[in-house]
């Protein structure tokens, strides 16, 4: 049973990035990866709405920096995402109460200040 066991875990196993929220300064950098804050879009691009509010913006990763890079993010260097403010997403579509932007490059991107 322990074989078997052992070797279940060898197929499934995959690395992981842990994500550290906190305890460290940010370095003003618009391009890092950050919580709470996203910074940057591309030049046509507007902060999103949902149901006629400005989205919350819940986190920007710079996919390029990240200390392993999934395979499945390979042709990805920079991600945003954002969140309604008044309902959470609950198995709706991209843009429907949350919004996923994947940039595969940072060149281009301009900083992008949140509404008031």
């Not at 950098?29 to 996203?38: H, L």
């Not at 999103?48 to 499945?72: D, S, T, W, Y």
Request: hydrophobic share 35%.
């Amino acid at each position: 049973m322990k074989s078997r066991l052992d070797e279940l875990r060898r197929k499934l196993a995959r690395k992981a990035i842990v994500l550290d929220v906190g305890g460290f300064k940010p370095s003003g950098d618009p391009y890092e990866s950050y919580f709470g804050r996203v910074s940057v879009a591309r030049p046509d691009e507007r902060w999103p709405e949902h149901a006629g509010k400005p989205m919350l913006a819940l986190c920007q990763i710079n996919v390029q920096a990240l200390p392993f890079r999934p395979p499945r993010l390979d042709d990805i260097a920079f991600l945003t995402i954002f969140i309604a403010q008044d309902d959470l997403p609950d198995d709706t579509t991209n843009g429907d109460g949350w919004l996923l932007r994947a940039y595969k490059s940072i060149e281009g991107l301009r900083t992008f200040d949140p509404p008031n």
